[in-house]
């Protein structure tokens, strides 16, 4: 203490500007170091969510899905991802590794050969910085998963998710979502916490990866009526969504820069000042007018509440830096009402079978949050060339990130189905995916019960003469007929 | 300060200490290098794996005959 005191008296305000500098860096670094603590709720979350909404035959498959999105984005993102986030800024690296102009050099910096990408002691930002954005490349992937579930392949899966995380997604990021992108330095394009450029993107991309995986066996009647299939466990379901809300606190607070000696306070990603405290605000508020929004829409069904909570969140996103918080409770309830609305037109009229809700909660809420800036938040300048965010702006974003999203989750999933290797098949899908996965089932001591569908008209029947009937008028490329109406027997 | 090591001295003259050399190194490059092999051979590995488990079991199952559509019954009255 003494010493401390003594090196104080005796340093010259160069030492001592040093010392802050190096001060403020690692107070950055324990930051997003904890952010990303933090965020890997969101994927515990996402596991215990998806877990619970699979039926018992499918929870271990379902969950290794979570589990390895980690495996497989983890080295894709080190490998390539990240290195697209720096070098794709501007559209195209127009001065190779110098790119991009706003941040000059951070596309050679971002190879995974470059002396940032690994310990370094004169870097403490690039490596935590790189874990947040990995943080949400694994969010993407796991926004998928959920709607996917019960009849991909894990592998198919994998393959989708790289492509999402590592791909597909960064590219929206350097594009949308960074001090250095065309949109925001060009049209003023405003997604602050990542409304579109996380959720909407990985929604749509999974929309259209659905679209060729096809619904589960038995989903629809032969009149295109939608059946239910009851979710093996609500409550984990409940929980996982509660910890997903807990991490998005982590995902939030990831979302800001922060660094006191480089800039003058906190800064959103696009370097526009805001604070901790303003998206702290508009991500409870969120919350509540989410619920509210999805309890209504719902009449009070308890699944598409906490979806709502979500969807409300994620809707206030893309202005959470400059909302205030009366103006987000308001939105954040259209945003709910929005997700319930849209997830059963999906399901019921588009009939495209997505288990969990994640292209309505995620894609349209995404892109609903992203709209919402341009007619709420229009003339707040936005990023390092102070362009005003417009209702333009958010729809040049919006035009740029849908075909970015839809394109490569369709043609990708195309040709995994036409190498058949998209779909489990379906004896396998009937029986569940554990059995052909792990060879056991994962509730070995609870007595097997027979397996339940709701019908169209509410009743429940005996899952497996409806299910059988689909999987006979299956049809040779493993996408089941929407068949099997009324062969169910109801259940007294 | 802490002098046991010169820490000081030591962050001014080194950046990247890794093993395998610094950043732009033959070293790393030959570890990036095999760290991407690697990661498309599990790619591979995962495509491969799962499609045996699956096309075993739905074998298994369709020759078990469960999922078999039973013969429907004769409704034309005739009898031998």
Not at chain 1, 223 to 240: E, I, K, Y
Not at chain 1, 251 to 258: E, G, K, P, S, T
Not at chain 1, 288 to 310: C, E, I, V
């Amino acid at each position: 203490m003494i010493s401390s005191i003594f090196w104080i008296a005796q340093a010259t305000i160069e030492e001592l500007e040093e010392r802050i500098a190096l001060d403020s860096a690692i107070l950055a670094e324990t930051f997003y170091f904890w952010t990303v603590v933090v965020m890997w709720l969101i994927h515990v979350g996402f596991m215990a969510y998806e877990g619970g909404a699979s039926r018992r035959k499918n929870l271990m498959s379902t969950a290794m899905k979570n589990i390895l999105t980690i495996a497989v984005v983890t080295p894709t993102f080190y490998y390539f991802g990240w290195y697209i986030y720096g070098c794709f800024q501007e559209g195209w690296p127009k001065n190779g590794h110098a790119s991009p102009a706003a941040a000059e050099g951070f596309c050679g910096a971002s190879a995974p050969w470059s002396s940032a990408m690994g310990p370094n002691l004169q870097d403490h930002i690039t490596g935590v910085f790189f874990l947040a954005f990995l943080l949400f490349s694994w969010t993407t992937g796991s926004i998928m998963s959920g709607a996917v579930i019960e009849r991909i392949r894990l592998s198919a899966y994998l393959i989708l998710t790289a492509i999402l995380g590592s791909v597909v997604w960064i590219m929206d990021a350097a594009w949308g979502w960074s001090s250095g992108g065309w949109l925001p330095r060009q049209f003023g394009f405003h997604d602050a916490i990542a409304s579109g450029v996380v959720h909407g993107v990985a929604g749509v991309f999974a929309f259209g990866v659905l679209l060729n995986l096809g619904p589960r066996i038995g989903k629809y009647t032969a009149d295109g009526l939608a059946r239910t299939f009851r979710p093996h466990n609500t409550h984990l379901t409940l929980m996982g969504l509660m910890l997903i809300f807990t991490g998005f606190y982590g995902f939030y607070a990831a979302c800001l820069v922060i660094q006191s000696t480089v800039f003058p306070g906190w800064l959103n990603i696009y370097l526009s000042p805001t604070t901790l405290g303003a998206i702290a605000w508009v991500i409870t508020i969120g919350f509540a007018g989410g619920f509210t929004g999805g309890w209504f829409a719902s009449k009070g069904d308890p699944f598409w509440t906490l979806s709502g909570g979500l969807a409300g969140v994620i809707s206030v996103s893309a202005g959470a830096d400059v909302y205030h918080p009366s103006l987000a409770y308001l939105l954040s309830i259209t945003g709910g009402m929005v997700a319930v609305w849209s997830g059963t037109y999906i399901e019921k009229r588009l009939r495209v079978d997505d288990a969990v809700g994640a292209v309505a909660v995620h894609g349209v809420a995404g892109f609903y949050g992203v709209l919402l800036v341009g007619i709420f938040a229009g003339g707040y300048p936005t990023g390092i060339n102070n362009v005003e965010s417009s209702l333009g702006g958010q729809l040049v974003g919006i035009m740029a990130f849908l075909p970015l999203a839809f394109l490569p989750g369709y043609v990708v999933s195309w040709i995994l189905k036409r190498m058949n290797l998209l779909r489990v098949p379906p004896e396998v899908e009937l029986e569940g995916l554990d059995m052909a996965e792990f060879q056991q089932d994962f509730y070995p001591e609870f007595e097997r019960v027979p397996e339940i569908v709701i019908e169209p008209d509410g009743r429940e029947v005996d899952g497996a003469p409806v299910l059988l009937e689909s999987y006979w008028q299956t049809s040779a490329d493993g996408r089941p007929a929407r068949a099997g109406v009324g062969v169910g027997e109801e259940r007294s | 300060m802490f002098d046991a090591f010169p820490y000081d001295e030591w962050s001014e003259d080194v950046a990247e200490f890794w093993t395998f050399g610094g950043g732009g190194s033959t070293g790393t490059w030959i570890m990036t290098i095999l760290g991407f092999a690697v990661m498309l051979v599990a790619f591979w590995g995962f495509v491969i794996l799962e499609n045996r488990k699956l096309t075993h079991q739905a074998s298994r199952l369709k020759a078990s005959g469960a999922l078999d559509r039973p013969p429907e019954s004769s409704t034309t009255g005739h009898e031998a």
